[in-house]
């Protein structure tokens, strides 16, 4: 195998180091040294290639992820106590990616997952003929927030009670009616 740039390495390449660990029984390290890069990015290969097979090796190449897939995912994080390496073999997103949005989500909450590249994108489509459209991308943009805002709140409750917590505005000194 030859050495390459960080993040040039082929799918091939990926799929002989990690059937060098898992078939020849070498060590993360021993396979690293060998393709001049780090241990951890060859234990990140062979944790997805064990969870999704020849298409763990690849990252997805997608544009762009929906806040409700990046709130699941964190929130899925927090429950499971995953680590940033097993969420990202997990759903073969980028650890840094998956950084970003945690970052974003302890600053800002989940409003702050909302991409503002793809809402631009919707408002530009969705731009009515008439009227201002900087309101109208406005609302747009309150409109989805409220959404993953709900979303969020819901997932909270959900996770209240499954942990035993009385719903919120239920008091314990009135009977049930």
């Known amino acids: 195998m030859s050495n390459k740039k960080r993040n040039q390495f082929s799918i091939a390449d990926r799929k002989r ?28 290969w062979v944790g997805a290639y064990r969870i999704h097979g020849d298409h763990g090796l690849s990252l ?17 994080m927090h429950n499971e106590r995953l680590s940033l390496s097993q969420a990202s073999a997990r759903h073969r997103v980028s650890g840094s ?8 989500y ?3 909450g989940a409003a702050a997952l909302l991409d503002t590249k793809q809402e ?27 959404r993953i805002e709900n979303a969020f709140l819901k997932k909270v409750q959900a996770l209240a009670l499954k942990n035993g917590a009385r719903p919120s505005g239920s008091d314990p000194k009135q009977p049930k009616s």
């Open 17 to 44: 180091a990690v059937l060098m660990v898992i078939d020849q029984e070498e060590s993360y390290e021993s396979v690293a040294r060998q393709l001049a890069t780090s241990s951890r990015l060859v234990s990140r």
């Open 60 to 76: 997805k190449n997608k544009s762009g992820y929906s806040p409700d897939f990046k709130l699941d995912l964190i929130l899925e």
């Open 97 to 104: 990616v998956i950084a970003g949005w945690m970052r974003k």
């Open 106 to 108: 302890e600053q800002g």
């Open 120 to 146: 631009m994108k919707q408002a530009k489509v969705n731009q009515p003929e008439n009227g201002s459209s900087a309101e109208y991308a406005e609302l747009l943009k309150e409109n989805e927030r409220l």
